[in-house]
């Protein structure tokens, strides 16, 4: 977060006179105008998300699958077995499947 006027150290005294000067008003140094001063509607954090209902969720997920299975890009496989859990077998597994340069999603 920037600091605004606000926060930004210094005397809260005016800096000159109001008339006399010849020069434009004056009334803060912690002024966004000024070197030193605070900044003028700085950025804030701020959270962006936002809530989707469960339902409104689950139908988007059942829609995502139907696409995909329309389109041919659904793939199922029962009983996956390993001798131990090693990565080398699962890479070997995609390979087997022509998956290995793909994006896959496995739901177990």
């Not at 409104?56 to 131990?84: N, P, W, Y």
């Not at 990565?87 to 793909?102: I, M, S």
Request: hydrophobic share 35%; proline share 2%; glycine share 10%.
């Amino acid at each position: 977060k920037a600091k605004e006027r606000a926060e930004i150290q210094g005397s809260t005294k005016k800096i000159k006179k109001q008339k006399g000067t010849g020069g434009a008003r004056a009334g803060s140094i912690k002024s966004g105008t000024r070197v030193g001063g605070g900044r003028i509607f700085g950025p804030r954090p701020r959270n962006y998300s936002f809530k989707v209902n469960v339902k409104t969720k689950r139908l988007a997920r059942k829609s995502a699958f139907s696409h995909k299975a329309q389109a041919d890009g659904i793939m199922i496989i029962e009983d996956v077995k390993f001798d131990a859990i090693k990565t080398a077998d699962f890479k070997a597994l995609l390979n087997n499947l022509k998956l290995d340069n793909e994006k896959v999603l496995f739901i177990m």
